[in-house]
């Protein structure tokens, strides 16, 4: 089974305090995600890498930046916190020879205060 | 412009009830996948269901259907016999294989609740 982790479920930051999160999918698939999940907004792309090294901007990338630096983990940082990022963020992944469906890990809640 | 649309928030029912959710979607493109996913209290999105563009049969899986009809653009999902288990947000979402992002744009999502 594919399997896509993140590195905490639950995240309290402080305002202006740098934020990592990590995901990890152990399948060897080429494209990541990550999205961020509001009630009433649905899920909306952040930013996606489709290869290491490799980042694309996705629809709300503002405050928000990317690392793959290795093909099975993709990084999003919150260079400055601000309390408008507290969200649920999740991560996917998706193999490139697949017929586009992404499998994702369990959420990270973070609550920016 | 890609988009999806539920226009439903919220809907609850009683155990055994069927429900339906509505899905509609915009897109240009010829060839594109559709999609439904479950998220349950725990929070991790479980895939239920790819239809291709070209295959407008609709399918049913256990007391799970799906209705696709491009003529109205729309890919609704049925609940036959609803259960408490079956209480979640859902979502459905588009992807274009022409785009080689293989991102996916979601609808809003509909949260279903089952009462026993």
């Known amino acids: 089974d594919v399997k896509v982790t993140q590195s905490s479920r639950y995240l309290v930051k402080r305002t202006g305090e740098k934020v990592f999160l990590e995901c990890v999918q152990d399948m060897d698939h080429e494209n990541m995600f990550w999205y961020r999940q509001d009630p009433g907004l649905g899920l909306r792309l952040i930013y996606f890498s489709y290869d290491v090294k490799m980042k694309e901007k996705g629809d709300i990338p503002e405050g928000y930046s990317v690392s793959r630096e290795k093909k099975e983990r993709f990084s999003l940082i919150l260079e400055s916190a601000s309390t408008n990022q507290t969200s649920m963020y999740l991560c996917?992944?998706?193999?490139?020879?697949?017929?586009?469906?992404?499998?994702f890990g369990p959420g990270t809640r973070l609550t920016v205060t | 412009a890609q988009k999806v649309t539920q226009a439903q928030t919220e809907i609850s029912v009683v155990e055994k009830e069927d429900v339906t959710l509505d899905c509609v979607y915009e897109t240009r493109d010829t060839t594109y996948y559709l999609f439904w996913y479950k998220q349950p209290p725990s929070g991790e999105l479980v895939f239920l269901i790819r239809?291709?563009?070209?295959?407008?049969q609709n399918e049913i899986s256990g007391r799970y259907s799906w209705n696709f009809q491009k003529s109205t653009s729309s890919f609704n999902f049925t609940i036959t016999a609803s259960q408490v288990v079956d209480s979640a947000v859902y979502f459905c979402?588009?992807?274009?294989?022409?785009?080689?992002?293989?991102?996916?744009?979601f609808g809003s999502g509909t949260r279903l609740l089952v009462r026993p």
């Open positions: 239809r291709n563009s070209f295959d407008e």
């Open positions: 996917a992944s998706v193999h490139r020879s697949s017929t586009y469906e992404q499998y």
């Open positions: 979402a588009l992807s274009a294989p022409m785009d080689s992002s293989y991102k996916l744009i």
